[in-house]
């Protein structure tokens, strides 16, 4: 190890699929060194590691896959950046959301207990469990009724992905999991609580996923209105909440000896993974929408403005950033979609054209894709494979393709859903803009950014400038800023991520005959959005009630 190395910290990354630990330069930002563990179990969807199978639109996941991304990640991603564990002043992690698990008073996840191994919901529920859609109907039904007036700060509708209704569901279908559960945690908090021996929480998720507003959480007359044994649900959550960038606690002996760092090393307040990757982007500035791009889109926008923005996922003062609104809308699937029309719609011959190329089915789709004009595929699709989180805000709605005929293409069937994530990003941007929040800036981030054509078309549907952040590990750059202010070597979140975040300005530009193109196609997509999303064809929902019933 060499001495003249400058001082780092570490952020690590925990997503649906792995996690990532990512060492960084505090002066300026350099990745030093990163390494990714791969979750044993993944995402737990069709049975328990024992053997039990699991209902339809479950997913878990596994609280020692998320362990040993701090056991085998962290050692390597020091190693690879030639850096000792004395040169380590921080360390921050960042978790999907809204994943949330119980536990007992003392951190343990309820899995672990041996009588409940064999309980589903003792389980973690990662963010796309998706499960709890009645409960989260209920949870809107009752708030209208009683005029919670928190519910217009969620754009008048709640997740089944949030703590609340998953919490309900657990009530509702295993009460002795849920009486058990002395602690409901986010993932975020709790792998800060196996770091640090303590228990935090953060304001970031509290807001966003906890239905906290001015303060406070529902009360529990409202609470009691949805099951009479949920009204002190809330002392499950109850802990005083840190700021972002705050001092979680530092780092215990046991913990140090898991992660090879050294014992009272800083550790940050946890955080979302979309929220936190704003830093990175250098994307804090009110106006300025940033889209954390992969499996799912997650839209992330400061303003100095309160309003209210239909199918908005909330919006939370100092969520993102001390001192202004933190908004948050987004795409339940994009890459999932994507990936979706590999698995289904790519025949034979165009599985052994890739590998005699030596590229995937996603690059060989995409590049027949982009050799066709827009609309010569004569399609139209709705990205709704996943359901809608925003702005429609229901899960049991799904996917829709328009315009088949016997000369469709898989590349054809391939562009049109491209076409359609991008057709779902306007629709939030639109109704942002039409809520009287300006979007004055569009970044991106993630991992589609690997792909160009996607990316154009994105730029070319919004019909605006899209920047694109300048690391491929956004939220793990982001945590390891974050970090950095928690240690002390910046001052706040906003001077760190300019001393250590970036991104490159108008990489994609718009086409002003193919945004006008699409300007036609995207009117085809708000007349099937609204047809089928806001009520005036319930079909989907017939269709799902009759598969679940089958």
């Known amino acids: 190890m060499t001495t003249d190395l400058p001082a780092v910290t570490v952020g690590v990354d925990f997503g649906t699929l792995s996690g990532r630990a990512l060492v960084v330069s505090v002066e300026d930002g350099r990745e030093l060194g990163s390494a990714v563990h791969e979750y044993a179990h993944g995402v737990v969807e069709s049975t328990l590691p024992g053997g039990r199978p699991l209902p339809l639109d479950w997913a878990l996941q596994i609280p020692q896959d998320w362990r040993d991304v701090l056991r085998f990640a962290i050692p390597r991603a020091l190693r690879a950046a030639g850096v000792g564990p004395e040169q380590v002043v921080g360390i921050a992690t960042d978790f999907t959301a809204c994943t949330v698990l119980p536990a007992t008073g003392d951190g343990t996840p309820l899995c672990e207990v041996p009588s409940f191994a064999e309980r589903p919901h003792a389980y973690p529920k990662l963010w796309r469990h998706h499960a709890a859609q009645p409960e989260a109907d209920l949870i809107v039904e009752r708030a209208r009724e009683s005029g919670q007036s928190w519910l217009a700060r969620y754009g008048g509708r709640i997740s089944s992905e949030w703590?609340?209704?998953?919490?309900?569901?657990?009530?509702?279908?295993?009460?002795?999991?849920y009486a058990a559960a002395d602690r409901w945690i986010e993932a975020a908090d709790w792998i800060v609580w196996e770091l640090t021996g303590q228990e935090s929480r953060?304001?970031?998720?509290?807001?966003?996923?906890?239905?906290?507003?001015?303060?406070?959480?529902?009360?529990?007359?409202?609470?009691a209105s949805l099951h009479p044994d949920f009204a002190d649900f809330?002392?499950?959550?109850?802990?005083p909440l840190s700021p972002l960038g705050a001092q979680a606690g530092k780092l215990t002996e046991a913990a140090a000896e898991l992660t090879g760092l050294r014992p009272g090393t800083v550790v940050a307040v946890g955080n979302v993974d979309a929220h936190v990757t704003a830093a990175a982007a250098q994307a804090l500035d009110p106006g300025h929408m940033l889209a954390i791009m992969g499996t799912s889109t997650c839209h992330i926008m400061n303003s100095e403005v309160l309003a209210e923005v239909p199918g908005m996922c909330g919006v939370v003062r100092d969520g993102v950033v001390p001192g202004l609104w933190g908004y948050e809308a987004g795409q339940s699937g994009v890459g999932d979609v994507l990936a979706w029309a590999v698995r289904t719609a790519t025949p034979h011959e165009y599985e052994s054209e890739a590998r005699r190329r030596g590229i995937s089915p996603h690059e060989l789709l995409t590049e027949k894709a982009a050799a066709q004009p827009v609309g010569a595929h004569g399609l139209v699709a709705l990205d709704w494979h996943s359901g809608n989180r925003s702005v429609l805000v229901n899960h049991h709605l799904s996917g829709v393709l328009v315009g088949l005929t016997l000369d469709t293409r898989p590349e054809d069937v391939y562009r049109a859903l491209i076409e359609a994530t991008a057709f779902g990003t306007r629709t939030i941007v639109d109704t942002f803009e039409q809520s009287g929040v300006a979007v004055t800036e569009f970044t991106a981030a993630g991992g589609l950014l690997r792909n160009p054509f996607l990316m154009q078309t994105y730029s070319d549907v919004l019909n605006r400038p899209v920047n694109v952040l300048?690391?491929?590990?956004?939220?793990?750059?982001?945590?390891?800023?974050?970090?950095?202010?928690?240690?002390?070597?910046?001052?706040?979140?906003?001077r760190a991520s300019a001393a250590m975040g970036g991104n490159q300005r108008a990489a994609y530009t718009p086409d002003p005959a193919r945004a006008a193109a699409y300007d036609r196609l995207y009117t085809e997509y708000r007349t099937l959005h609204d047809y089928f999303g806001r009520g005036a064809n319930d079909v989907m929902l017939r269709l799902r009630a009759l598969r679940d019933q089958s």
């Open 163 to 177: 703590q609340y209704a998953k919490a309900l569901q657990v009530l509702r279908e295993d009460p002795g999991v």
């Open 470 to 494: 300048a690391s491929e590990q956004g939220p793990a750059l982001g945590s390891a800023i974050h970090a950095a202010v928690a240690a002390g070597a910046h001052p706040d979140i906003r």
């Open 202 to 223: 953060n304001l970031c998720t509290a807001g966003y996923k906890g239905m906290r507003q001015d303060g406070t959480y529902p009360d529990a007359a409202y609470l």
């Open 234 to 239: 809330t002392a499950k959550l109850d802990h």
